[in-house]
C-alpha cells in the first residue's frame, strides 16, 4: 500500500432522488495501484456512488453535494466538456453485465477503436494497431478473427474482457468496476478478477470494486469500505476488516457467509430483517432497526465516524463491544 | 397484469388515472368527441335551416350572410344552401358509417383473431395468411375497387369499409389471445370441462378486449377519414344527402372564388379526428405504455 | 441469409397470388363482370358477345387459371372503353405516381425521422412541448383538407405555386407536402419511441462512460439501434402514401395513377382499376420485401442467426 497523495479522494458525496439522500454523506480515498472494495447489499447505494463520481446518474438521481478530486480537480464542479474529457481517459467505469453495455449493431473492434480515438488523435490504422494489442493483453483468444465480431458472437467473459479493454486502453488513474463478475459463471470470475489486478499492477491504477460478493472482496480487495443504507459504516484494510471487525453489521455480513468448516445441519447464521427502503430509513442509526447491540441513544441519532486507527474508521457507538466478541451469535 | 385488470384498475382509481400526464388534454378531447355525437344525434333540432333547401338568390354567399331576413352563418354552397345545416348534419354520415363500420369490422375481426390464437393450427395458417394478403392491398384501392363493383351507396360503403378493415383487429386479436391462452386460469377453465365457445366468451375475450377497445378508437378516426375520402372521390355517399367529404369536393371547384364552402367541412373534419386520436392515445397509454407500434 | 430471404420472397410471392385472387373475386362480386364493362346501352346481344369474347362465360376455375396465366405473362388486357392495351395507358401515369409518391417518403422521413429525434433527445424541454402538438396536428389532418388549405393559401393567396396539373417542377412541392403530412406525424412518433427506448439501455450508458459526447451517441449508435422499427414503418408507410396519393392526386388533378383510378371507375373502365390496384400492390408488397433485406443489413443478427431474435 501506498502512502502517497491518493489518486481519487471523495467526500461527503451526496445523491438524492426527489427528497431522500440514497447517497449520504459517503467519503473514502484510493491510493494509487490499491484496490479499494465497496461493499454493501443490494440498495444500499454503491452503484450510485459509482455512478456518481462520473456523472453518468440516471433519471432522477440527483448530485447534492460533496466533492470528488481525481488528479487535482474536482470533478463535480468541472463543466461537461472537461467531463467527458475525464471519462474513459483518466477515470473508466465497467458494468455489470457485459453484454447489453455493449453497442449490439457494433463490432467490438470498432467500439474499442472508438474510445480509443475519443482521447487520442491516433488514425484508424494505428488506433486499430492497438486494439489488437489491447485484446491481446486482456486475454482474448484469436484476437484479430474478435476484433470483427459483435457482442452476440462472444462469451459474457470475452464481452467482459471487451470492457476491460475499452476502460484501459487509455490508461486510467482509476478503474471503476460495477459488480464485474456478478453476471459471469464462478470460473470466469477468478479469471476476470486476476487479469485486472495483473493488468493494473505496473500501471498505478486504482480500482474501486463494487460488489456484494464478500468472497470477491476476499479474492481482491487491498482495503473495504462496508455500506449500509446510503453511509459507510466501516473501513479498514482488509485484513482488519476480515480478521477484526467494528461494525455490527460487518461482522454479522461476515458471520453470514456459509464456510466449508462450519458445523454441517447447523442453522445459517443471517441478519434479521431486511435492508429498509429509504422511504423507511430511522432518524438515528440506519442499522439500528436490525442491531442486536442497539441501544436507545443508537436510534436517536446518527452514530459518528471513529477514526480507531491509521485508515480504520467505523461509524458504530458499540464497536468496542464488537471488538471484544459480545455480539450475539 | 391483464389488459381486462388494467381497464378494472383505470375505473377503481379514476384520481391516478387523471393525474397521468397528458390526462389533462384528453378531457377536452372527449367533450368534443362527445359534442360531435349529441350534434350528430340531434341535428334536426340544431340545424337552422333545411338543408336541402336550395335558393338561387343565395348562391355561394359568405359566412355571416343575411339575404331575406335569413342569417347564413357559414356562408352557403352553390345550389344556396346553407353550409352550416349541412354541415350539421354531415356529423350524421361521417359518425354512423363510422360507428357501423368499426362495428362490423371489429366484430369479424375480432372473432377471426381469437379463433386463430386459440385454436392454432391449420385455422391459425389460414386466418393469418388472409390477414397478410389484405394488408398488402392499400386500403383505398381495396374500398375503390370494391365501391367500382358493388356501386356507391350508405349500406355498400358500410360493406366496403368493414371488409377492408377486418385484419387490423384480427392481427390484435390473434397475438392477445395467444398469450392469455397460455396463462393458467385458461387451462383450469378447460381441465374443469368447459367447452371452447364458453371459454372463449368468458375467459379470453373479457382480457384481450383493452387493446381491441385502443384499436377501435382509432379505427373510428381512419373510418371517419375515409369516409370522406370515399365521398370526396364521389364513391362514397351520393348527393343530395350531405357528407362533408362530398361538400369538400365541390367545395375544391369553387376554392378560389367561396373558400369556405370546403374550409369549414374540413375544419370538424380535423377537430372530429383529432379528438379521437387524443382519447384513442391516452387510452393505449392506459393499457400500455409501452406500445407505441400500431397493429 | 440466404435462407432468410428466400423465405422473406416465397411470402411476397404468396401474398401477391393472394391479392391477385382478392382482386378476381372482387371483380366477380356484382354477379356477372361483364355488366362491368359493356358501355351504357349495349344490346342483349352485343352483352352476349363480349361475355364470350372476354371469356366470361366459362366455368369459373377455367377463368381463374386464365386470369392467373395472363397476368403471369403480365398481360392486363385491353380497356374496352379506349380500346388499347392497358398497360400502355397506366404506364403513361404511372411516372407521375412514383415521382409524387417518392418526393412525399423524402420529406415525410426526413422531417418526420428528424423532429422525432429532436423530441426523444431533448424529452421535457419546450422543444418536444412545441414539436409534439405539430405531430399531432399532422396526424389528424385530412389529406385532402391539408390540400385545400395549401392551395388556399399558396396557389390563390399568395400566387407562389400553380393550384393543378404537374407542368412545372415545382408543381409538386404542395401535393407532396399535403400527401407527407401523416406520415411525417407518423414517422416523427415512431422514431421518438425508439430513440427513447434506445436511449434508456446499458450500452448508452456505457459509451458515454467512454467521454462520447451526446451527438455522437445519437448519430452513431442509437439511430443505426433504432432503425429497426423506423425501417418496418417506412415500407408501410409506403403503402399509405400510395393510397392517398388517390386522394391528392383528385386535389391536385394530378395525372397520376390515382386520379386515373378514379377517372376508370367514372368511366367504367374497370380492367384498369383492375391495373391499378394489382400494380400498387405489386409495389408494395416488393418494398415490404425490400424492407426485410434492409433489417438484414442493419442488424448482423439476423444475417448470421438466421431470423429475429
Known sequence: ?329 | MTPGGAILAAVSRPRRWLAQPGARAVLPAALVLAGFVVVALAAPWLAPLDPARQSLLARLRRPGSAIGGVTYWLGTDELGRDLLSRIIYGARASLTVALLSVAASGTAGTALGVLAGYFRGWTEIAIMRAVDIMLSIPAILLAIITVAVLGPGFLNLIIVLGFTRWPRYTRVAYAQTLSVSTQPFITASRLAGARPPRILLRHVLPNILAPLIVVATLEFGLMVLFEAGLSFLGLGIQPPTPSWGSIMSVGRNYVGTAWWIATFPGLCLFLLVLSVNLVGDHLRDLFDPRSNIRA | MIRYLLGRAAQALFAMFGVMTIVFVIMRLSGDPTLLLVPEGATREQIDLLRHQLGFDRPILVQYADYLWALGRLDLGDSVVQRIAVWRIVAERNPYTLWLASVALAIAAVTGIAVGIATAVWRGTLIERTLMPVVLTGQSMPTFWSGILLILLFGVLLGWLPTSGADRWFSVIMPAVALAGVSMATFARITRTAVIEELSKDYVRAVRAKGIGQAAVVLRHVLRNAAIPIVTIAALEVANLLAGAVIVETVFAWPGMGQLAVQSIQARDFLVVQAIVLLVSAIYVSLNFVADVLYSVIDPRIKLVGGRP
Not at chain 1, 497523495?5 to 467519503?27: C, E, K, N, Y
Not at chain 1, 474478435?146 to 457482442?151: A, K, M, N, S, T
Not at chain 1, 477484526?244 to 430483517?273: C, F, Q
Not at chain 1, 430511522?282 to 442497539?294: E, N, T, V
Request: glycine share 10%.
Open chain 1, 1 to 329: 500500500m501506498s502512502a502517497a497523495a491518493p489518486v481519487l479522494s471523495v467526500r461527503d458525496l451526496t445523491v438524492t432522488i426527489g427528497r431522500r439522500a440514497v447517497v449520504d454523506g459517503v467519503g473514502f480515498d484510493l491510493a494509487a495501484g490499491e484496490t479499494l472494495a465497496l461493499v454493501g447489499e443490494s440498495g444500499c447505494g454503491k452503484s450510485l456512488t459509482a455512478l456518481a463520481l462520473l456523472r453518468l446518474l440516471p433519471g432522477a438521481a440527483r448530485l447534492a453535494g460533496g466533492a470528488v478530486t481525481l488528479e487535482g480537480a474536482d470533478l463535480l464542479r468541472i463543466d461537461e466538456a472537461a467531463m467527458r474529457r475525464i471519462r474513459g481517459n483518466r477515470a473508466s467505469i465497467i458494468f455489470q453485465d457485459p453484454q447489453s453495455s455493449l453497442d449490439p449493431l457494433m463490432p467490438v473492434g470498432d467500439q474499442l477503436v472508438e474510445g480509443i480515438r475519443a482521447h487520442r488523435d491516433l488514425p484508424r490504422a494505428a488506433a486499430r494497431a492497438q486494439a489488437l494489442a489491447m485484446f491481446n493483453a486482456v486475454g482474448i483468444s484469436e484476437p484479430e478473427q474478435r476484433l470483427g465480431q459483435y457482442p452476440f458472437e462472444l462469451s459474457g467473459g470475452m464481452c467482459q474482457r471487451v470492457m476491460i479493454a475499452i476502460a484501459l486502453a487509455a490508461r486510467p488513474a482509476v478503474l471503476i468496476a460495477d459488480e464485474p463478475t456478478t453476471a459471469l459463471d464462478v470460473t470466469i470470475q477468478a479469471q476476470i478478477l486476476d487479469l485486472m489486478k495483473g493488468l493494473l499492477r505496473d500501471s498505478g491504477t486504482g480500482i474501486l470494486l463494487i460488489t456484494h460478493d464478500m468472497g470477491v472482496v476476499a479474492e481482491a480487495a487491498d482495503r473495504v469500505a462496508v455500506m449500509y443504507a446510503g453511509r459507510l459504516v466501516e473501513t479498514g484494510s482488509a485484513d482488519a476488516i476480515f480478521g477484526a471487525p467494528r461494525h455490527p453489521y460487518t461482522a454479522l455480513l461476515l458471520k453470514s457467509v456459509p464456510r466449508l468448516d462450519d458445523v454441517p445441519k447447523t442453522a445459517m447464521a443471517v441478519i434479521e430483517g431486511s435492508v429498509p427502503a429509504h422511504e423507511e430509513w430511522p432518524a438515528g442509526c440506519r442499522f439500528a432497526p436490525r442491531c442486536p447491540l442497539a441501544e436507545a441513544r443508537c436510534r436517536a441519532e446518527i452514530p459518528p465516524d471513529a477514526t480507531i486507527g491509521a485508515g480504520r474508521t467505523v461509524a458504530c457507538r458499540r464497536h468496542d463491544d464488537v471488538a471484544a466478541g459480545r455480539l450475539p451469535a
